[in-house]
Antibody
């Protein structure tokens, strides 16, 4: 069974940093592109970033480019999202998603507020 | 901001057929496959259809999809109470170099 378990969310002040993690199991992690998708509670889905199998190719939404960095550790089957210079508008539930089959984690809430 | 446009809501009585449209452009739907996701409130989204019209294992055959040009659509036939959820289309956008989601459609079973 595919499992994606996000962690690292919480309350952070504007301008602060946070690193999200996603522990993957039940599939060959190193053979899957991986994505981060976010959702403001009560609003729609917004794609944030993705990374290829080896971690050598990444793409970002314009809204996070230059502030967020996606990475992966295939030996640990773990996906990361380093979020810097956080803004109030980054407040959302962040989902880890497996590319291809589009399996989703349960999400972790990030709140940016003073 | 979403680049794929969906109607905000759709509704029907049990057993009816409901259709949801998704309008995009040549940089996304026009040249890339469309996926559809279902999200029951309070839960994570779930893949409903991939590659325009393909159902993953476990998805009932009352869900079907189609694509023509820069638009796609999702049809739910034989609407059931458990189909009440939010539905999103999505596709890769070659110009934006990113994955784009639709604005979402809330389906209500009357």
């Amino acid at each position: 069974e595919v499992q994606l378990v996000e962690s690292g969310g919480g309350l952070v002040q504007p301008g602060g940093s946070l690193r999200l993690s996603c522990a993957a199991s039940g599939f060959t992690f190193s053979s899957s592109w991986m994505h981060w998708v976010r959702q403001v509670p009560g609003e729609g889905l917004v794609w944030v970033s993705n990374v290829n199998y080896e971690g050598s190719t990444t793409f970002y939404a314009d809204s996070v480019k230059g502030r967020f960095t996606i990475s992966r550790d295939n030996a640990k089957s773990t996906l990361y999202l380093q979020m810097n210079s956080l803004r109030a508008e980054d407040t959302a539930v962040y989902y880890c998603v497996r590319g291809g089959s589009w399996d989703w984690g349960q999400g972790t809430l990030v709140t940016v507020s003073a | 901001q979403s680049v794929l446009t969906q109607p905000p809501s759709a509704s029907g009585t049990p057993g009816q057929r409901v259709t949801i449209s998704c309008s995009g452009s040549s940089s996304n739907i026009g040249n890339n496959p469309v996926n559809w996701y279902q999200q029951v409130p309070g839960t994570a989204p779930k893949l409903l259809l991939h590659s325009n019209d393909q159902r993953p294992s476990g998805v009932p055959d009352r869900f079907s999809g189609s694509k023509s040009g820069t638009s796609a659509s999702l049809a739910i036939s034989g609407l059931q109470s458990e189909d009440e959820a939010d539905y999103y289309c999505a596709a890769w956008d070659g110009s934006l170099k990113g994955y784009v989601f639709g604005t979402g459609t809330k389906v209500t079973v009357l």
